[in-house]
T-cell receptor, first 114, second 112 residues
Framework: GAVVSQHPSRVICKSGTSVKIECRSL??????MFWYRQFPKQSLMLMAT?????????EQGVEKDKFLINHASLTLSTLTVTSAHPEDSSFYIC??????????FGQGTRLTVV | DAKTTQPPSMDCAEGRAANLPCNHS???????VYWYRQIHSQGPQYIIH???NNETNEMASLIITEDRKSSTLILPHATLRDTAVYYC?????????????FGKGTRLHILP
């Protein structure tokens, strides 16, 4: 199946700093990418949908100024958690969609804010 | 909100077939049924998808009822590596409005 690479897999940052997470589709062009967060023992919660070259569409309750999403090319989307706080600690997962093939997921990024 | 309902957990003996049900009674005519699974601390893995007909691949089989209001994912010979949370999702393909909304899924335990 198609490969989606997410980097880094783990990151620890200090409270108040910003963290960037990259999501790349390695062998296909992704017109749409999705970003999720997942708390322990819970399901994935959709944060935002981004289409290449367009502004991201955020789900209700997700702060667009805190979670900056850039989808500058057909193979790369980035999520920046700005001014991170301990409550932002979570597992962040991206997904890239390739038309008929469906959507494929990255391996996730474990963010810990201390 | 997720448009699917799944049992929260199931057990299956190793080597037996695991049958995971999913209800999607409000599915629309152009919505596909997708199955993913998530092994602990990893991203979801695609398993299979279908529209109306039953589907089979190297991982699993998908049985969709004639009225399309429910489906069953079948893992024919479950192994310990199949222990995971399994998510059933309905979605419209090839649409800029496509969203992949996860429900709570079924936590499948494969017992040795």
């Amino acid at each position: 199946g198609a490969v989606v690479s997410q980097h880094p897999s783990r990151v620890i940052c200090k409270s108040g700093t910003s963290v960037k997470i990259e999501c790349r589709s390695l062998d296909f062009q992704a017109t749409t990418m999705f970003w999720y967060r997942q708390f322990p023992k819970q399901s994935l919660m959709l944060m935002a949908t981004s289409n290449e070259g367009s502004k991201a569409t955020y789900e209700q309750g997700v702060e667009k100024d805190k979670f900056l999403i850039n989808h500058a090319s057909l193979t790369l989307s980035t999520l920046t958690v700005t001014s991170a706080h301990p409550e932002d600690s979570s597992f962040y997962i991206c997904s890239a969609r390739d038309g008929e093939l469906g959507a494929f997921f990255g391996q996730g990024t474990r963010l810990t804010v201390v | 909100d997720a448009k699917t309902t799944q049992p929260p957990s199931m057990d299956c003996a190793e080597g037996r077939a695991a049958n995971l049900p999913c209800n999607h009674s409000t599915i629309s005519g152009n919505e596909y049924v997708y199955w993913y699974r998530q092994i602990h601390s990893q991203g979801p893995q695609y398993i299979i998808h279908g529209l109306k007909n039953n589907e089979t691949n190297e991982m699993a089989s998908l049985i969709i009822t004639e009225d399309r209001k429910s489906s069953t994912l079948i893992l024919p010979h479950a192994t310990l590596r199949d222990t995971a949370v399994y998510y059933c999702i309905v979605r419209v393909l090839i649409s800029r409005d496509d969203k992949i909304i996860f429900g709570k899924g079924t936590r499948l335990h494969i017992l040795p």
